[in-house]
Structure formats: C-alpha cells, structure tokens
C-alpha cells in the first residue's frame, strides 16, 4: 500500500508559477513511477507527467512540455511538478499517483486526494 498526499496548490496568475509536492508513504518509493494527473470540471481526468523511479526519464504531456517539470526526490519520498508560465486552461484538481507499471492512462494503483490548482486571466 501506498499512502500520497499532495500540496502546494493555489490560486495565481497567468504566467505565475507553483510547485506541487507529492509526499509518499508506506511502501519503497523507488519502486514506484510516479506521475500527475489533472482533471478540469466537467472534463476527464488527464494524464500530465510521468517519472522512471529508476532512470529520472521523464515524459509529459503536449499541452504543459516546455512548461512544467516533474521531478523526484527517492531520499525525500517525493515527486514534484513545477509549473510555469501557467495558463487559466492549466485551472484543474492536480493528482498524484504511484504505480509499479509504466503508463499514461488514469489506471494507477494508489492516488493521492488533489490539490486545486486555479489560475486567473
């Protein structure tokens, strides 16, 4: 079992900048990839980056390359996503989850309960 509790959401600007945290718990964490997803209102929950446990490679999707960054910290039990030069689309509930299998779809193992990201025009 894998416990995840995110944080650092909020409201900002567009162009602004915020940096989610992704704390886990109760299982090896390096074992896990660990991504974000993001899901808008009225909208299905979307994939938005992904990191290797092993080998820091990264992927994201589309919409955020060149934006946001996904980072881990194995020692620290914790995956980032900085997000810059935000846009009001980016406004979404941010979730993080932990799988031992490598994908982009919302099927993940464990997710954390989100963390409200609002961006204003």
């Known amino acids: 079992q894998v416990q995840l509790v995110e944080s650092g959401g909020g409201l900002v600007p567009a162009g602004g900048s915020l940096t989610l945290s992704c704390a886990a718990s109760?299982?090896?964490?390096?074992?896990?990839?660990m991504a974000w997803f993001r899901r808008a209102p009225g909208k299905e929950r979307e994939f938005v980056a992904v990191?290797?446990?092993?080998?820091?490679?990264?992927d994201y999707a589309d919409s955020v390359k060149g934006r946001f960054t996904i980072s881990r910290d194995n020692a620290k039990s914790t995956v980032y996503l900085q997000m810059n030069n935000l846009k009001p689309e980016d406004t979404a509930r941010y979730y993080c989850?932990?799988?031992?299998?490598?994908?982009?779809?919302?099927?993940?193992?464990?997710w954390g309960q989100g963390t409200q990201v609002t961006v204003s025009s």
């Open positions: 990191i290797n446990p092993s080998t820091d490679t990264t």
């Open positions: 109760g299982s090896t964490f390096s074992w896990y990839f």
């Open positions: 989850a932990a799988d031992r299998i490598l994908t982009t779809s919302p099927i993940y193992d464990y």
